[in-house]
C-alpha cells in the first residue's frame, strides 16, 4: 500500500503549552483513519498544521500526494450568505476548473443530499445544512487526502447516516482523516484510527486489534484507556 501521509516527531508549542507532543502516525492510500480524543487532545491543531494554517514547532510531514490534492472541512464551515448552494460548490470548484467540468457541481450537491436546496441562498441554512454544504465544496476538487473535522457533529441521525455512507464509500478512492466525538461512527466507517489525549497517541492502529475483546464495547475500551491514562497523568 502506498503511504499517503507520514508524520514523525510532530510537536506544536504555544507558549509553555504542549498541544501535539512528538505525534507519529502513516495513512494509507484508499483508508478511513478516525481522529479520537477528547476536546484539548490536539486534533483540530493536528488538522490544521496539515494544511498550513498553523506552524508546527517541530518534527516532519511528508506527503505521498501533491499539497494541492490536501482539502480541509472545518468544523463550521460558513459562507457568503447571498450565495446559492450551486454558487458557493461552483466558486470552490474555479481553481480546479481545468480537471473538474461543471457538470460536477451538481452531481456533487446531490451526493451530499442537497439536491432541493441547490438554488437557494446559504444565509438561511441551518448548520446542518451548512455543514453539507462544506462536504460538497471540498469533494469538489477530487482530493486525494481528505481531512473531515467533527463532519457529523451538526447533523441528525439521518444526516449523520448519509455522510458516514459517503465516507464509507470514498474508500479505495480517497484517503480520510476525519475527528470525530461519535466513538460509534469511528468503529462503523474507519480502517483504522489514533486515539490522542493532550497531544500525545495513546494507541495508532486498525480498529479490528483495538476491539479485539469479548467483554468490553469499543466505546468502553477507548474511554476507559483515555480515563487511565488522565489519571496516571494527574499522579506525576
Known sequence: MTTILS???????????RAIDELDFQLEQGTVHGLVGPNGAGKTTLLSI?????????GNIQYGVSENR????????DFFPFLTTREVVDLARYPFR??????????????????????RRVG??????????????VLISEPQLLLLDEPCSALDPFGRREVLDLVSGLKGKTTVLFSTHILSDVESVCDSMTVMNK????????????????????????LDLLTTDSNNQGEK
Open 50 to 58: 496539515l494544511v498550513g494554517l498553523r506552524q508546527k514547532t517541530h
Open 7 to 17: 508524520i514523525s516527531g510532530l510537536t506544536k508549542e504555544f507558549g509553555e503549552l
Open 98 to 119: 481545468e480537471r473538474v467540468d461543471i457538470g460536477a457541481v451538481d452531481k456533487v450537491i446531490a451526493e451530499v443530499g442537497l439536491e432541493e436546496a441547490v438554488d
Open 124 to 137: 438561511g441554512f441551518s448548520r446542518g445544512m451548512k455543514q453539507r454544504v462544506g462536504l460538497a465544496t
Open 70 to 77: 490536501v482539502m480541509l472541512l472545518p468544523d463550521t464551515p
Open 199 to 222: 497531544g500525545r497517541v495513546l494507541y495508532d492502529g486498525p480498529i479490528d486489534a483495538f476491539t479485539n475483546s469479548d467483554t468490553q464495547s469499543f466505546e468502553d475500551l477507548v
